[in-house]
């Protein structure tokens, strides 16, 4: 089943509004993207809580975009999309580092979209809605520090930090949960391991000189406590029964994922918009860099 997704940029409609007239950009933005959100509502209520109104999508994009302009110059229908994704978890972009929506360069449809990123911070959150988990906490640990850990039947994790903060001498990272049942467990990864996922899933590479760019060079820590808690989240013996539950896989599984909300233009019989089944993951994105900014 074709479809065709405007090829205007929430920028291009914004020029085209003021038709020569000054106007705050941000007020621009709100007013073209409380429109298309209004339009497109049908189609998105279905993914969200029922207490999420337009006008709550609207205030999200308006706080993700104030702290990334670039995100003005991307595609309206994947700024709906990542929006939709938070929403869809009840996690703020950009906020406390429980998600954030970032702009990619798509060199295969030469144009800017905007992709939702979860946070490991987010991440935890979602486990804890569950209900099932009394303790999960994710960690870095440093050369110097007293560490000691075995898997099996008697599993035992040891750390003591020593006082270390460099973060050229982080060794490992891991995360630990212990379940209201009583049920506990834990995940390690060594420096290597957690760089080596890094290399083989980023999209902010550089393509001539392959060097790492954007989240992973920005915030390293970050990424590597949340890479520890996604892989043991996937593991844990939570009952997928529960909502919580199910949100917090959802969450992994749309991590680094671009969705279009999409204008109705072939009367396709959903209405005046529709979303678009397929999560777009392209392993040519490039992130915008916004040093400087």
Not at 7 to 18: C, E, G, N, P, V
Not at 35 to 51: D, G, R
Not at 134 to 157: H, Q
Not at 163 to 182: C, P, Q, S, V, W
Request: with cysteine.
């Amino acid at each position: 089943m074709a479809t065709v997704a405007s090829s205007k940029t929430t920028k291009d409609l914004i020029a085209q509004k003021q038709n020569g007239i000054s106007k705050n950009p941000a007020t621009s933005f709100q007013d073209m993207l409380s429109k298309q959100l209004t339009t497109q509502f049908k189609a998105i209520q279905s993914l969200v809580p029922s207490h999420v109104t337009p006008e709550r999508l609207c205030r999200v994009g308006l706080n993700a975009v104030s702290r990334n302009p670039k995100l003005m110059e991307c595609d309206q229908a994947t700024i709906i999309g990542a929006i939709v994704n938070c929403a869809s978890l009840g996690l703020e972009p950009n906020l406390l580092g429980h998600a954030y929506i970032v702009p990619f360069w798509n060199s295969s449809t030469r144009r800017y979209e905007a992709q939702f990123q979860l946070g490991y911070k987010g991440l935890i959150e979602l486990v804890r809605r569950s209900g099932e988990v009394a303790v999960i906490t994710a960690r870095e640990v440093y050369a110097g520090d007293e560490f000691d850990y075995s898997y099996g039947l008697n599993e035992m994790l040891l750390h003591k930090p020593c006082g270390e903060d460099n973060e050229d001498k982080i060794t490992h990272f891991y995360a630990m949960y212990k379940l209201r049942t009583g049920e506990q467990g834990f995940v390690v990864m060594t420096r290597k391991q957690v760089e080596k996922h890094r290399d083989k899933h980023t999209k902010s590479k550089k393509k001539d000189t392959g060097e790492v760019f954007g989240p992973w060079k920005e915030h390293f820590v970050a990424m590597g406590l949340k890479t520890c808690i996604t892989k043991m989240a996937k593991y844990m013996p939570v009952s997928i029964e529960q909502q919580e539950a199910r949100q917090m896989l959802e969450a992994i599984q749309v991590d680094n994922t671009v969705l279009e909300v999409k204008d109705n233009t072939e009367g396709l019989g959903f209405g005046e918009s529709f979303i678009n089944p397929t999560y777009v993951v392209n392993e040519e994105f490039e992130e915008v860099s916004t040093a400087g900014a």
